[in-house]
């Protein structure tokens, strides 16, 4: 299998080979020196107004035990362009050659999150799921459940995801099992024998015949132990989804059975979900949230040996990114532990603080309270 092992990262081995062959050239000739490096994005995917910042928790791990000191906004935080996300402070050779893993750690999995978030907003309320680990490698699916469960979804699919989040993996029954039983009903009547009461009755009710009377035939198996339905319905017989879905709850709570969930899934992104958030309990969302469009953050020199000094296009100096609670306006300036006022005339705090100092990482937050952070900075942004 083609896959990059733990150690593998934690020994530089993924690095593009310029910055070895760049320490090199340093250590011999003695050009080595303390540096600040700045992490941003010019320029955001798609006309995006924000991003989810995810990935820091993998960078602190590969940046611990050396003799560096990070900055950064907090994982799950709100970013825009322009803003400094993270800045590393040491010998440029001790970090150079993680910065190819620390940008990959980084880029992926805000974009996998800010997609989730974006998708949190459209939904409002109602129940989203991440179905696209298997449209990814399998060495980083927990990397993208992850990173989807902290920009909004409410569960994932995978096992070891699951474990690693602390919560129970989600799912329903696939198609398989339908053909293999040779009918919806009684794919239903097996799955609910054999699993444990804990497991919620959510069956796929579009492999062989229509949704509104396969969902019918299934509920009359079941009865009150049907949690859900699931529609899967492939595009080339869809329709109009959402009337199929309306005559599906028309038929239900004729029968006492509003206590029934809808679910849809099969290639939604945000312009087929945004019809049907009226009309269903929840979403699995696969491709659009696993492979979704990378954060093409940058790392760039902005300080050596204590004097400002960047490229040009970059402004130099370390950096400050103030952030008003109440109106949830920034503003980046010269770093400085000075509060700030804002326009709205509250007091804009520093959001840049450090999580490594002198190689040891001051806090990790647990992965609930990563997500509740993103959750309610999600409040006070729009599409």
Excluded at 40 to 60: A, D, H, T
Excluded at 242 to 271: C, H, M, P, Q, Y
Aim: proline share 3%.
């Amino acid at each position: 299998m083609f896959v990059s092992t733990k150690e593998d990262i934690l020994n530089g081995k993924v690095t593009d080979v310029y910055f070895d062959r760049t320490v090199y050239t340093l250590k011999v000739k003695n050009l080595d020196k303390r540096v600040k490096a700045e992490v941003s994005v010019k320029k955001l995917p798609k006309n995006y107004k924000w991003g989810v910042f995810v990935g820091l928790e993998e960078v602190l791990e590969l940046l611990e035990n050396k003799d560096l000191n990070v900055r950064a906004i907090k994982e799950g935080s709100i970013f825009r362009e322009n803003e400094p996300v993270l800045e590393i402070e040491g010998l440029y050779s001790e970090f150079a050659k993680f910065e190819t893993a620390i940008l990959g750690f980084l880029c992926q999995e805000s974009g996998v999150a800010t997609k989730a978030a974006r998708l949190r907003k459209l939904v409002k309320n109602k129940q989203l799921l991440s179905f696209g680990a298997r449209r990814m490698h399998p060495a980083i699916a927990t990397a993208i459940e992850r990173a989807a469960y902290i920009g909004g979804c409410d569960g994932v699919s995978t096992v070891q995801a699951a474990n690693v989040l602390n919560i129970q993996p989600s799912g329903t029954i696939p198609h398989s099992l339908v053909l293999l039983a040779g009918d919806t009903k009684e794919a239903a009547k097996y799955f609910d024998e054999t699993m444990d009461g804990n497991v919620p009755r959510i069956i796929l009710i579009d492999t062989f015949g229509d949704e509104k009377f396969e969902t019918l035939r299934v509920y009359e198996a079941l009865g009150k132990k049907l949690a859900g339905v699931r529609l899967d319905t492939p595009s080339s017989r869809r329709g109009n989804l959402k009337a199929i879905i309306e005559e599906i709850r028309w038929e239900l709570a004729l029968r006492g059975a509003d206590n029934v969930k809808i679910f849809a899934s099969g290639g939604l992104d945000e312009e087929t979900i945004e019809p049907l958030v009226d009309v269903v309990d929840g979403f699995g969302v696969g491709t659009s949230i696993s492979s979704a469009t990378t954060i093409d953050f940058s790392m760039d020199i902005v300080e050596i040996d204590g004097k400002p000094i960047a490229k040009k296009g970059k402004n130099s100096g370390s950096k400050s990114l103030f952030r008003c609670k109440k109106c949830f306006s920034d503003i980046v300036l010269p770093y400085t532990s000075k509060p700030q006022e804002c326009s709205c005339g509250s007091t804009m705090e520093d959001i840049l603080e450090y999580f490594v100092q002198k190689g040891k990482i001051v806090e990790l937050p647990d992965i609930k309270n990563i997500r509740e952070h993103a959750l309610t900075s999600l409040r006070f942004v729009d599409l």
